[in-house]
């Protein structure tokens, strides 16, 4: 029944048997199903066999309590071994290995297995895969996947019917950054049956393996689906942990900062009750990400302490080091403990590549982002190499090229950005192109994009239309980069000065270039009626209300007022400007003495970026 797949069913059956003759049968059927919380209605027989040790380990290490699941493997390995009963010895040592590897003890286990001696090819090719694993964990990823191709070609000649060989080569890739090959190597699992069981450390693990690779992949739908089926397992808090950290991750892929932050809180949560370093250096990185992108000054909660010990800690620092840059402030580059591995190598660079920027060396900086993006890509870390496209975009913005350079790379990023489904580096190219980047202003664009969910689009956008947003040193650089190329800028019209964008204000805007009026989303063309459009300047240049007298003179250039010659003629140009913008008294109100802009209007205006 187990080999056909019936493990649940069996446990069902057995789970609140307490027969002692079904004792050993239950601990079979329990390390099959592999659910961490089988082990709670579950004890050791009395007197038990070598056998019923080993899957008592392995129970023990499904939930969690990796210590314990040590010392257990440590006396059975002695025992067995006295007892020349090598398939348990082997067995027990690779448990060993593994318990050593889940409490961060790499070279423990890399020693350890370095000294077994397997008695078949199966035996070898697990003893290979996990050191691998163990390579990886030591830093030495081109050693881990140069094992890894020699182990691939082994396993057309065994009998991996669980997928449990296969399983082992897939977390082997993925964690020294051969991410696509890894997918290749999960995705077929998946299909099978007796693959949603995971040996020694339940289903959760494959989906885990899957739900990652296809995150760096950058497909981000399938990302979706396995985290739905990673939601519907009750399995340990850990566990739990793990699956909030990749929706923390697909929030912030998919621009969500501000529900990513939310959930950040439980993540931590559950890396200090664990004591999972690792797991609390990415939630680190995640939030320097976080505060970065919310335009939020650096702040020493997020800032690394101790020696990096892992990519986790390279990332954290890195990520660090670039949200401090971009406030100016000077720090000496991070010391990294996996500057190879290919995920730390492809950050390291567009990061350097930021701050090379805000140190104006534009030439160092264009050239590291191209070399990010290109080490991105090679591992197929696409959203890395997203990121990396969008730091070469902004190099080449504020550097003096001319915009073909430009304009070929933010095609690029519209593609990958289409590609990856991602709305948010839509709209930021967007503000490029709209806001100046390739010489052309948009304000009626730019209105649009102030209204985005995307906090660094709206803030950006906003400052682009003139409004005095708080930015960061690294955007004010892309802002002066627009406004050089453009020639132009935007700002508020001394008429709507001091009033906040949103609530029941109007936007509305003025371009002399073309005198061209927009309101609330709607262009209007008064080029070939040069009278309204002076009415209009004259009245955006005046904080208060003009009176009739200096209107009449000054937009008809008279020397003398005579009202009642004059007022109905300026009674007249006011009536055709409501008419052609269609908003009547929402654009200019009558005063006592004269007109004024609308108080509900907020006006903008394009002017020389000298």
């Not at 690792?278 to 000054?297: H, S, W």
């Not at 986790?312 to 670039?322: E, I, N, V, Y």
Request: glycine share 6%; net charge negative.
């Amino acid at each position: 029944l187990i080999e056909r797949g019936y493990e649940a069913h069996l446990w069902r059956l057995l789970e609140n048997l307490s027969d002692p003759r079904l004792a050993s049968a239950r601990l079979e059927v329990a390390v099959e199903l592999a659910d961490p919380r089988s082990i709670r209605s579950l004890s050791l027989p009395a007197d038990p066999a070598l056998l019923d040790r080993l899957r008592w380990a392995k129970l023990l290490r499904i939930a969690g309590r990796f210590p314990e699941a040590q010392q257990a493997a440590d006396e059975l390995a002695r025992d067995a071994e006295a007892c020349e009963a090598r398939a348990i010895a082997f067995s027990a040592n690779i448990l060993r290995a593994n318990t050593a590897l889940d409490s961060h003890q790499p070279q423990a286990a890399r020693t350890l297995l370095e000294g077994l001696r397997p008695s078949s090819t199966s035996e070898s090719v697990e003893r290979d895969i996990l050191l691998a694993v163990a390579l990886g964990q030591c830093t030495e990823h081109a050693e881990s996947v140069a094992l890894a191709k020699r182990i691939e070609p082994r396993l057309s000649d065994l009998d991996d019917r669980n997928g449990d060989l296969r399983r082992g080569l897939g977390w082997v890739l993925y964690t020294a950054g051969a991410i696509r090959r890894a997918r290749d190597v999960v995705r077929p699992l998946l299909a099978e049956k007796r693959a949603a069981r995971l040996h020694g450390l339940g289903p959760a693990r494959l989906l885990f393996l899957a739900l990652g690779a296809s995150f760096d992949c950058g497909e981000l739908a399938e990302t979706d689906i396995f985290l739905g089926r990673l939601r519907k397992m009750s399995g340990s808090a850990f566990q739990r942990a793990f699956t909030q950290f990749f929706d923390v991750q697909l929030m912030l892929a998919r621009g969500r900062f501000r529900e990513a932050l939310e959930a950040c809180p439980s993540v931590e949560a559950a890396a200090r009750e664990y004591q999972r370093l690792d797991l609390l250096a990415a939630v680190q990185g995640a939030r320097c990400k976080i505060a970065f992108a919310m335009g939020e000054p650096p702040s020493a909660d997020l800032a690394p302490s101790g020696p990096s010990t892992s990519e986790h800690d390279d990332l954290h620092r890195l990520h660090h080091f670039a949200h401090r840059g971009a406030w100016g402030l000077d720090d000496a580059p991070p010391e990294l403990a996996e500057a190879q591995h290919p995920e730390v190598a492809a950050t390291a660079a567009y990061v350097f590549a930021f701050r090379a920027l805000t140190h104006d060396d534009v030439e160092g900086a264009v050239a590291a982002a191209e070399r990010g993006r290109k080490l991105a890509r090679g591992s197929d870390y696409r959203l890395i190499e997203l990121a990396a496209l969008t730091t070469q975009l902004e190099c080449e913005l504020v550097s003096s090229a001319d915009h073909a350079p430009l304009s070929r790379s933010l095609g690029e990023f519209e593609s990958l950005a289409h590609a990856l489904g991602l709305d948010w580096a839509l709209q930021l190219a967007a503000l490029v192109r709209l806001g100046g980047g390739l010489g052309n202003v948009d304000p009626l664009g730019l209105e649009r994009l102030a209204e985005s969910e995307s906090p660094p689009v709206r803030r950006r956008a906003r400052a682009l239309l003139g409004e005095d947003i708080p930015l960061s040193r690294y955007e004010e650089l892309l802002l002066e980069a627009q406004r050089r190329r453009s020639g132009v800028r935007i700002e508020v019209a001394p008429c709507s000065r001091g009033r906040e964008a949103g609530g029941d204000l109007i936007p509305a805007g003025m371009d002399p270039r073309g005198s061209e009026l927009w309101i609330a989303g709607r262009s209007t063309n008064l080029k070939s009626r040069p009278l309204l459009w002076r009415l209009l300047e004259l009245l955006a240049d005046s904080p208060g209300p003009v009176s009739k007298e200096d209107l009449i003179v000054r937009a008809w250039e008279l020397d003398a007022y005579h009202p009642l010659r004059h007022d109905a003629r300026l009674h007249t140009a006011v009536s055709a400007i409501r008419k052609t913008v269609g908003a009547d008294q929402a654009v200019i109100q009558s005063t006592s003495e004269g007109y004024r802009m609308a108080d509900n209007l907020l006006l903008r205006r394009l002017v020389s970026a000298d």
